[in-house]
């Protein structure tokens, strides 16, 4: 399976942003966003289960929305009202229904103050 993320870039606080990720095969239980700053761990941003549950890391609440297309086997990320500490570089994650799992390449998000 093949992640493509797309959609970083940088932005002025407060902007917007849309991450997508596209798998080039495969039926996800799970679908999921983290995050990586220089010199921190990786971190759950996001993640949406099968039957449409989410979860949310507390300090994105309110502010993202992850969501999937199961047909054309994505997810996104909604990002709005970002913030300098929301720098990072994302990635997407996906497990599969035999419980395979699998990173996507990773995009930067930059958010200026």
């Known amino acids: 399976v093949q992640l493509q993320a797309s959609g970083g870039g940088l932005v002025q606080a407060g902007g917007s942003l849309r991450l997508s990720c596209a798998a080039s095969r495969g039926i996800f239980m799970l679908m999921s966003w983290y995050r990586q700053a220089p010199g921190k761990p990786r971190e759950l941003v996001a993640s949406?289960?099968?039957?449409?549950?989410?979860n949310y890391a507390d300090s994105v609440k309110g502010r993202f929305t992850i969501s999937r297309d199961i047909a054309k086997k994505t997810v996104s990320l909604e990002m709005n009202s970002l913030k300098p500490e929301d720098s990072a570089t994302y990635y997407c994650f996906v497990r599969a229904l035999g419980y395979e799992e699998y990173w996507g390449q990773g995009t930067q998000v930059t958010v200026s103050s």
């Open positions: 949406i289960e099968s039957s449409g549950s989410t």
